[in-house]
């Protein structure tokens, strides 16, 4: 039996509005004008999403034609150096920021961060983007304008006093209309915004998502028309190649991992330098630079040599595809690693289609007498296996070249690859390569789950209602007096002047000395003080409590500020209780 026994204050009143704030019960109901008001700010918020994509895009495929008649030369090797050195410089020291593709911050903002994106992302993103791949990087274009797109979503939503749940909503109608608009591809975009960003499925979460990326695409289609992102022709599988597509899974599953795991190493072998950011980002470029000198296939995004593979890749061998896609991925690992600024979401395609397009190769040298799809075909199938196990999204890579190619005749090998694939990956990797770290930080909780319900409960918001506060100096007469009108029997000590916390006062403690009225002059609080007990910070979420409740194994904790100050007593039947009030709130949503 716990030793202390705390009541906590009956709750308030209910609300009917939706919103965060631990201070009331909130009711919400999906309503045709909760839905409608969402769709009205979705098509603004495409629009300009779209128009991001439309920039960014145009601005590097530019710098890629000025910079074409250097490719090769020595200028090219020296220019993702200086690409990546500005970047570091203009997010690091220009704006206090960390580099990377952008999404894992979305994906935090929608699990724990309430839909709050910072305003700045809507065109840092871009510009370190554009000095990134514009200069010769080897990243792709996708992450970052999906990251300016959910920014423009939640500042729109922040601007216009929007609640939690429709904030979150416009970050991912950006999400989606940027993803749309870069790949001509509405419903790609979609889905990305629903499986990756989201992880939801209601009405509530597809519909705004389809508005937006379908206003995106339309725009994109009247500024740049209706271009198709890999022209190909429509291939065929037979039943050999459906069974040949379980090893191709294989294939992709294991590369991705391989991705992972690379990027990981990249990543700390350069933050145990002790060189400025800046100097790392110019390193990861120049070695960069020295792989396009002998292959400059693998700078830029590389979407040229995705349609080289659907093409046919005249006079491209197993050996030479083989050497792209491990020169490849250490490109965009060094890239990524070092600091450069650019999202996976390329990278992923290009690796799928030069494993798919090698694996075809193989699969052609071993039955030369069987009618065997082309490579090409095997191509386009390996990019939604890359996908799938990159990056956690096996309806987003099915999805995307089903709307390249026009029709469902690959919809077979497309399920048997992304499924096998991410099946494969999550075997060996906990998480995506967008989630891995968000995990590894405890920070990746999808809406309507009981981790995501505790991370959204700040410990400031579920003290108890203050009782009895002693200090050092309090004498045991004082304490009698004050414990004849307390609701507890434990009673925290802090300072008087600056009320920092210093302990705590067990009843059963101080029992013994109760009844000897010679002490109530002499004794003081500070001499049966417990100064073990651990505490829990104030902007902690209810889920690391529950964590520190198990460890001590009390029934009562103090949180305090990060400057030690005390905030209140957190008991563990308040904090079930208010667990109890979310949880019929998010049932009700």
């Known amino acids: 039996m716990p030793s202390e026994v705390a009541f906590p204050p009956p709750p308030p009143p209910p609300r009917a509005e939706l919103g965060r704030g631990m201070g009331g019960l909130r009711m919400h109901r999906i309503t045709a004008h909760e839905t409608g008001v969402v769709m009205l700010w979705a098509v603004l918020v495409g629009l300009a999403s779209g128009l991001s994509a439309i920039v960014l895009n145009l601005a590097v495929h530019n710098a890629i034609v000025v910079l074409e008649p250097w490719r090769g030369t020595w200028v090219m090797a020296l220019l993702p150096a200086l690409g990546g050195a500005l970047t570091a410089a203009f997010i690091h020291y220009l704006l206090r920021d960390t580099a990377g593709h952008g999404v894992p911050e979305l994906i935090r903002s929608v699990t724990v961060g ?13 510009v370190s983007s554009f000095l990134t791949v514009g200069s010769g990087g080897s990243a792709g274009l996708e992450g970052p304008i999906a990251t300016s797109g959910g920014a423009i979503g939640s500042t729109l939503g922040r601007l216009l006093g929007f609640t939690e749940r429709r904030r979150t909503l416009l970050l991912a109608c950006g999400t989606a209309g940027a993803v749309a608009a870069i790949f001509n591809a509405p419903l790609t975009g979609t889905v990305f915004a629903v499986e990756v960003i989201l992880g939801e499925w209601s009405a509530l979460a597809i519909i705004p998502t389809v508005v937006a990326a379908v206003s995106a695409t339309q725009f994109s289609r009247l500024v740049l028309g209706n271009q198709i992102a890999f022209p190909h022709e ?10 040949a597509c379980v090893l191709l899974a294989g294939l992709t599953g294991l590369g991705s991992v391989g991705v992972q795991r690379l990027m990981r190493a990249t990543e700390h072998a350069f933050a145990r330098t002790r060189w400025p950011r800046w100097v ?5 470029g120049l070695l960069v630079g020295l792989a396009g000198l002998a292959m400059p296939q693998v700078l830029h995004d590389g979407y040229d040599v995705v349609r080289q593979f659907l093409g046919g890749a005249p006079g491209w061998g197993l050996g030479f595809v083989l050497a792209f896609v491990l020169v490849k991925a250490a490109a965009c690992c060094m890239t990524l690693g070092s600091g450069g600024s650019g ?20 699969v052609r040298l071993a039955l030369p007498f069987a009618a065997t799809a082309s490579p090409s075909a095997y191509s386009l199938v390996g990019m939604a296996g890359m996908v799938a196990g990159l990056m956690h999204a096996p309806l987003t890579g099915m999805f995307l070249v089903l709307e390249v190619t026009g029709g469902y005749r690959l919809i077979l090998p497309l399920m048997i690859v992304s499924v096998l694939a991410l099946l494969l990956t999550t075997y060996f990797e906990q998480g995506s390569i967008y989630t891995r770290e968000l995990l590894e930080k405890n920070l990746l909780a999808r809406r309507g789950s009981d981790q995501h319900l505790l991370q959204t409960m700040e410990c400031r918001e579920v003290v108890d209602a203050e009782d009895v506060v002693l200090h050092e100096d309090t004498l045991l007469g004082e304490f009698v007096e004050r414990f004849a009108h307390a609701r507890r029997n434990i009673f ?29 002059p ?4 500070g001499s049966v003080m417990d100064e073990t007990l651990p505490t829990i910070g104030a902007q902690d979420s209810a889920l690391s409590a529950i964590q520190v409740f198990e460890e001590s194994g009390a029934w009562s904790l103090p949180v305090v500020e990060p400057d030690g100050r005390y905030v209140g007593m957190m008991s563990k039947s308040t904090l079930f209780d208010r667990y109890r009030r979310e949880l019929i709130v998010h049932t009700a949503e």
């Open 522 to 525: 002499l004794m003081t609080m």
């Open 280 to 284: 790392n980002a110019g390193a990861g």
């Open 234 to 243: 429509v291939f065929a599988f037979g039943t050999v190649d459906l069974l």
């Open 492 to 520: 925290p000590v802090v300072d008087r002047e600056t009320r920092r916390w210093l302990g705590i006062v067990n009843l059963d403690d101080i029992r013994p000395y109760l009844f000897d009225r010679t002490l109530y």
């Open 114 to 126: 309430g839909g709050a994106v910072r305003a700045d992302l809507i065109y840092s993103r871009l």
């Open 343 to 362: 999202g996976v979401f390329a990278p992923a395609l290009v690796l799928g289609s030069g494993t798919g397009y090698g694996f075809g190769q193989l």
